[in-house]
Structure formats: C-alpha cells, structure tokens
C-alpha cells in the first residue's frame, strides 16, 4: 500500500503504474533533466502523486534517477 510503503521508506521497492502524468518540464545542463509531476497506483490501486526528476546524458550512456518525492496521497 503506498501510504505505508512511503512510511517504511520502502516506495523505491514496490511495483508501480503512471496512472498520468500531470505535467514535465526540461532542463538542459550537462544533459538533460526531465521533471515530471506523476500520479502512481500500486496493485490494489492505492494512488500517491509524486514528483520525479531524471537525468539523461546527451549520449545516452547515463539515464538516472536523481530525485523523487510524494506530494500527497
């Protein structure tokens, strides 16, 4: 359940599905950072809203994620 897999810090182990993505911003340093406002669900669809920043290198030899966080739930 993503309230108590947020509580345990455990969200980054769970099976997760974009239910949609609200909006996504770039930002272009050393690559490219992609900033994405996501609401998620789990198995038995409990559902969070979260903020997600990833970076990809121009080359493509580095995507990560370098953020995360639960605006709500």
Do not use: C, H, K
């Not at 992609?34 to 789990?42: E, G, H, K, L, S």
């Not at 121009?58 to 994620?65: P, Q």
Request: no cysteine; charged share 15%; aromatic share 10%.
């Amino acid at each position: 359940a993503v309230p108590q897999a947020i509580a345990a810090d455990e969200i980054s182990q769970g099976e997760w599905t974009w239910t949609s993505v609200l909006s996504v911003q770039s930002q272009v340093t050393t690559g490219t950072n992609y900033d994405f406002v996501v609401d998620i669900a789990d198995g038995s669809e409990e559902t969070a809203r979260m903020n997600l920043i990833l970076f990809t290198s121009f080359d493509g030899s580095d995507i990560s994620l370098t953020s995360w966080g639960v605006f709500q739930l």
